[in-house]
């Protein structure tokens, strides 16, 4: 583009609510919004629509050594989901305008909160294909819900096929008071490691995400489930009256009835 090419570096696929701050590093990024000898260079962010990223948008304030640009609070360009970055030079200087597109494609995403009340999971520990049970009083058959297990919440963990929970039902009370509750089984995926998980309830329109809402725990802070081998889980051996008998990998032991 010039001598000095301008470049963004942290294209980490972000997940941006839209109270939420946006910081890119890059290389040169002083070139952004400058007009030389008949060719201009611009940035800006969005797919079909777009927004300017440059230094007379009240939410663009790059540092002194314009080695990163922050975004506060950027306005949606369009719909929700993932957002491009598109570096643009047109030129003027041979008679005829010129333009190249640098494209980071899917370099982040706006999301919504999914709003659901009070969301709680049961269990909080098991195997891979097990049954998972979120209970809420506000889920609705109008949205598209999944569950994705991330190591972690700043968005270096992706959503993919790979921790997304298979879907299995949603069950609605049939009165206002009843509690409505979403079933889905652990991601059974070879590489889907046993080890603890936070878990991201999401919403999906036209193959976009574009809300999600993090399970807390009582105290209010992000919940986490923990996928173990199946050896470890107790089984029933066999049932008295009005006892069983329970054999988990470590112990066994009788379980009254009442």
């Known amino acids: 583009m010039t001598s000095k090419t301008l470049t963004f570096q942290n294209m980490v696929k972000h997940r941006q609510n839209s109270d939420a701050v946006l910081t890119i590093t890059g290389n040169n990024l002083d070139q952004i919004g400058t007009v030389t000898s008949g060719s201009s260079i611009t940035a800006k962010y969005g ?23 922050t975004l506060t609070e950027p306005p ?21 305008t010129t333009s190249v597109e640098y494209l980071y494609a899917n370099s982040f995403r706006f999301m919504e909160d999914l709003g659901l009340t009070e969301p709680l999971m049961f269990p ?40 997304k929970a298979e879907y299995v039902a949603l069950e609605l009370g049939e009165l206002p008071e009843d509690e409505d509750r979403l079933i889905v089984k652990v991601p059974d995926d070879p590489d889907f490691e046993l080890r603890s998980y936070y878990v991201v309830l999401t919403n999906t329109v036209n193959d976009e995400i574009i809300a999600e809402q993090v399970i807390l725990n009582s105290e209010g802070n992000p919940d986490q489930f923990t996928v173990i081998g199946s050896g470890f889980q107790p089984t029933i051996e066999s049932i008295f009256p009005q006892k069983v008998q329970i054999q988990d990998q470590m112990f066994k032991y009788q379980a009254v009835i009442f």
């Not at 948008?57 to 990163?68: A, G, I, L, T």
């Not at 998972?132 to 994705?148: E, Q, S």
């Open 124 to 163: 909080n520990t098991g195997a891979k294909e097990d049954f998972v049970y979120f209970t809420a009083p506000n889920f609705v058959d109008t949205k598209n819900y999944d569950a994705y297990f991330l190591k972690t919440l700043d968005g270096s963990d992706q959503f993919s096929e790979d921790n």
């Open 76 to 96: 949606l360009p369009g719909e929700k989901g993932f957002q491009n970055i598109i570096i643009e030079k047109q030129d003027t200087t041979a008679g005829y």
């Open 47 to 69: 797919r079909v629509q777009s927004r300017q990223i440059d230094s007379t948008q009240s939410y663009v304030d790059f540092s002194p050594d314009y080695s990163s640009v």
